[in-house]
T-cell receptor, first 111, second 114 residues
Framework: GDSVTQMEGPVTLSEEAFLTINCTYT??????LFWYVQYPGEGLQLLLK?????DKGSNKGFEATYRKETTSFHLEKGSVQVSDSAVYFC??????????FGTGTSLTVIP | GAGVSQSPSNKVTEKGKDVELRCDPI?????LYWYRQSLGQGLEFLIY????????KSGLPSDRFSAERTGGSVSTLTIQRTQQEDSAVYLC????????????FGQGTRLTVV
């Protein structure tokens, strides 16, 4: 079945460091790919998405590119801030609109 | 309402009691999802509704768990004879159900079984 595997955490970075959180997927069809973020004490919210191969999703300085050849959707940010501290979830939705989530990666950014 | 609404936000129950968790999705959203998030864990899929029918119930952990959706809108997740391992945050999400559409999450119901 479809699934998502993402980098284990927790990740701790200094402010202004470069961030990469790896995400790979397994899917039988042509999924859409998402990154969700959960800030402390808050609900999950969409960070960015891409719906077809080679699409790049971007938001709040974060980017991820849908790579069909490597079945990946890695999340990157060039310069993290303390306010980026959160748990990040990679997800895919299949053509039947079922969502599959990764286990989440906790990020802590220290000043 | 503007977003996915879940109630109650917190529920403390005694072991062995039944509980009902409610989810009110965004108006017009045909797809509805239930997930469970245990402390420090990822999202565990429970069940998915398309309209009133549930194409995928594979995530329900046991026959103590059931869910229904009526009128293509509100959904209730029922846990019978609660156990301590049922303690978790139960999350509901909804979407328009089209390809590539995002799922919008509620704030969750924190269930504590004592």
């Amino acid at each position: 079945g479809d699934s998502v595997t993402q980098m284990e955490g927790p990740v701790t970075l200094s402010e202004e460091a470069f961030l990469t959180i790896n995400c790979t997927y397994t899917a039988t069809g042509y999924p859409s790919l998402f990154w969700y973020v959960q800030y402390p004490g808050e609900g999950l919210q969409l960070l960015l998405k891409a719906t077809k191969a080679d699409d790049k999703g971007s938001n709040k300085g974060f980017e991820a590119t849908y790579r069909k050849e490597t079945t990946s959707f890695h999340l990157e940010k060039g310069s993290v801030q303390v306010s980026d501290s959160a748990v990040y979830f990679c997800a895919l939705s299949d053509p039947g609109n079922q969502f599959y989530f990764g286990t989440g990666t906790s990020l802590t950014v220290i000043p | 309402g503007a977003g996915v609404s879940q109630s109650p936000s917190n529920k403390v129950t005694e072991k062995g009691k039944d509980v009902e968790l409610r989810c009110d999705p965004i108006s017009g959203h045909t797809a509805l999802y239930w997930y469970r998030q245990s402390l420090g864990q990822g999202l565990e899929f429970l069940i998915y509704f398309q309209g009133n029918s549930a194409p995928d119930k594979s995530g329900l952990p046991s026959d103590r768990f059931s869910a229904e959706r009526t009128g293509g809108s509100v959904s209730t997740l029922t846990i019978q004879r609660t156990q301590q391992e049922d303690s978790a945050v139960y999350l509901c999400a909804s979407s328009f159900g089209g390809t590539g559409t995002e799922a919008f999450f509620g704030q969750g119901t924190r269930l504590t079984v004592v």
